[in-house]
């Protein structure tokens, strides 16, 4: 920093952390918010990564050991927060808190416990001249209204904030969050990152331990479906006819240390389906068995069919998890319905979406 007081803002999610300075359009750094440490250290050995150390690309993140400062959504690991915070401040942003400023987006509902706990840290630790505290509903319709004007003559939106931890539905009137017709669903990016490794792990290969390889395919590969039951008849056609078939490529730690998809044309024949409509042949009945035998796969790779679309479905039909919940239709209903009748055709007209679940592919269009 060369100079003035700089505001240093921090968007402390679960799974990734975003900060930057005041001002800027973008973020300077979007990194892991945990520390790992690979499974062949010593369990007394110091050296964990953080931050952007996790991507770096000579990095191996086979088995790694994780250790996350937010569970379920609240900051309940201060030690390795600032671990996370130190490498961030000092290594990206190239920052010296005694000398700037912090805005901070806390979680809603924040317990009062916690909100001290990242007082001391913010000032004891750090040393900030000043923090304020925002949540991110009030700020992501400020950030869209900057972008949109016309945002600005409804003074109020639904904010959707699909997350690492939680799914929220909050409607925001005039830049404040109305807490009171909050609407929370205990659904997000986290759970449907173990549920696609419970899913690679029974038909292919054990994964359970490879939660930031899982984490990557899922982001790559998974998309959502405006047709289920089509795409479920899809999915169970022989390997050529199969649109949704494709490969992910494990690292091996000798030739390539990062996972990739196999074939990116092949992961990406879905997108020229049609939006509606019914399947040319049903059910490949005429397929012989040697036609529909499941072609080899290396010791390094699994394979993915119904699992990319499957996977999102969660979010619309959590039931399927053996979660008693509200779906997110339902829930941003149920949000909309607790706000005063004048402004609800408003806040459905002006629904926002944020939060790393909601870029799924097709996600807008099947909400």
Request: hydrophobic letters at 40%; aromatic letters at 8%.
């Amino acid at each position: 920093m060369t100079g003035g007081s700089r505001v240093v803002v921090i968007d402390n999610g679960g799974g990734l952390l975003k900060a930057g300075f005041g001002g800027d359009k973008d973020p300077i750094a979007v990194v892991p918010n945990c520390i790992a440490k690979s499974p062949g250290s010593n369990a007394n050995s110091k050296k964990w990564l953080a931050a952007d150390q996790l991507q770096a690309q000579d990095v191996d993140v086979t088995g790694m050991t994780l250790r996350r400062p937010i569970d379920r959504g609240y900051l309940i690991n201060t030690e390795v927060q600032r671990e996370v915070w130190e490498r961030v401040l000092r290594s990206l942003l190239q920052v010296d808190p005694t000398n700037s400023s912090l805005l901070l987006v806390e979680p809603q509902f924040n317990p009062p416990g916690l909100q001290h706990a990242t007082d001391e840290l913010v000032f004891e630790e750090f040393g900030f001249n000043s923090l304020c505290v925002a949540d991110a509903p009030s700020l992501v319709r400020l950030y869209e209204a900057s972008r949109q004007p016309s945002l600005f003559h409804t003074q109020c939106s639904l904010v959707v904030d699909c997350g690492f931890s939680f799914t929220h539905a909050s409607p925001v009137l005039q830049n404040f969050t109305l807490n009171y017709a909050v609407r929370r669903m205990d659904l997000g990016g986290k759970a449907l990152t173990n549920y696609l490794k419970e899913l690679v792990s029974y038909r292919s290969l054990n994964v359970m331990d490879e939660t930031l390889l899982i984490d990557d395919a899922k982001e790559k590969l998974c998309f959502v479906s405006l047709d289920v039951p089509r795409d479920l008849r899809l999915a169970s056609l022989s390997f050529k006819d199969n649109p949704f078939r494709c490969s992910y490529i494990l690292p091996d730690g000798i030739t390539y240390k990062k996972g990739f998809v196999k074939d990116l044309d092949e992961a990406r024949r879905y997108c020229s389906l049609p939006v509606e409509g019914e399947l040319d042949k049903k059910d490949g009945d005429s397929d012989t068995v040697k036609d529909r035998k499941k072609p080899e796969l290396s010791q390094n790779e699994f394979a993915l069919t119904n699992e990319r679309f499957l996977v999102p479905e969660m979010l619309f039909h959590p039931i399927d998890l053996g979660m008693n919940q509200a779906g997110l239709a339902e829930c941003i209903v149920r949000a909309a319905q607790a706000c005063h009748p004048y402004i609800q055709p408003v806040l459905y007209q002006s629904i926002i979406l944020t939060g790393g679940s909601t870029l799924f592919p097709r996600f807008a269009e099947r909400l």
